[in-house]
């Protein structure tokens, strides 16, 4: 049975897949990120189990993987198949597509791994049929995927999708990028997290506290929660402005609160419409299968591009 090997490199753990041309997971499998050895020894942990999902095909469909998608946190050169840099990871310019091709004998596509979640998003998951389409994880951080006819598109540098970093509240909180008052300071998981443990006191206190909170009735939790959807409603403003979205798809942790997320935001971001036409707002589908499901999605293009050049 032909197949690609799927593969989603993240700052703790590892996610892959065998992936049929149908987009179908065939297999999937998961181990830990030595993050701790250090780059060099991550990349042989990327490299070994490629080349173990490799043999698995063999073993279970007859045959080898035909191509292989991997999705990587940070700046990645798409076009060239490098891994430029990641703050988590501590890579620098890893020729991921060289790297993986000479060991699987295959071809070998790269992508972000936001941009690549997105791309799963748009063609399996929320945003299926949907022609232009936003998707936003709020994590950690907070980072978008515009996707355009079943495409997602890059930027002319590969750095399209910051909304993270609009600036939100010009005297709000000093960001790492060395803004003040960015939207992922104001309304990630772990800036509600952040601001929850100061307003309650409890130092361990997390955004999914403040969401159990606001749910049992808390005003002092309702306050910051409201405060973070009236911040990542303003993000979205100027998303939509900008980009004219037929539906936006929300991801992440934070997503995880569900209705407790999604009704005051859809309110809020409704209420500050004015000459845009107002997106849907829905929730993700394929929750942290994402970007492993997008990374057989390149696969398959890069297949179908060399049989079309």
């Not at 596509?109 to 389409?133: K, N, S």
């Not at 000093?174 to 952040?194: N, T």
């Not at 929300?250 to 859809?266: C, H, K």
Request: aromatic residues 4%; charged residues 20%.
């Amino acid at each position: 049975m032909r197949h690609v090997i799927a593969l989603d490199v993240g700052g703790t753990g590892m996610k892959a897949a065998l992936v049929g041309a149908d987009g179908a997971l065939l297999h999937e499998t998961r181990r830990a990120t030595p993050r701790e050895a250090g780059p060099e020894a991550v990349v042989a942990a990327v490299l070994d189990f490629a080349a173990e999902l490799r043999d698995t095909g063999v073993e279970k469909y007859g045959e080898p993987a035909v191509a292989a998608g991997v999705a990587v946190p940070g700046i990645v050169d798409d076009a060239e198949g490098v891994a430029v840099f990641s703050a988590n990871l501590g890579w620098r310019d890893v020729p991921f597509r060289r790297l993986l091709g000479e060991r699987l004998t295959c071809p070998v596509a790269v992508g972000h791994d936001l941009r690549t979640g997105g791309l799963a998003e748009g063609r399996l998951g929320a945003a299926r049929d949907v022609d232009r389409f936003l998707f936003i994880a709020l994590g950690t951080g907070i980072a978008a995927a515009i996707g355009i006819d079943g495409r997602i598109e890059p930027g002319a540098h590969g750095g399209s999708g910051e909304i993270g970093h609009i600036v939100v509240r010009p005297d709000g909180p000093p960001c790492g990028c060395g803004q003040r008052g960015c939207l992922e300071r104001l309304a990630s998981a772990s800036a509600v997290g952040e601001a929850w443990a100061t307003a309650c006191g409890d130092p361990a206190a997390t955004a999914a506290d403040c969401a159990k909170a606001v749910e049992s009735g808390d005003p002092l939790a309702e306050a910051v929660w409201q405060d973070a959807v009236d911040a990542l409603a303003g993000g979205l403003i100027t998303g939509i402005t900008l980009l004219d979205p037929r539906r936006i798809v929300v991801g992440g942790g934070l997503a995880e609160a569900g209705d407790t997320l999604f009704v005051p935001l859809t309110r809020a971001v409704r209420v500050r419409i004015t000459f845009q036409t107002s997106p849907q707002i829905v929730p993700a589908e394929l929750g942290d299968a994402a970007a492993c499901l997008g990374a057989g999605q390149l696969a398959w293009d890069l297949l179908a591009t060399e049989v079309t050049a």
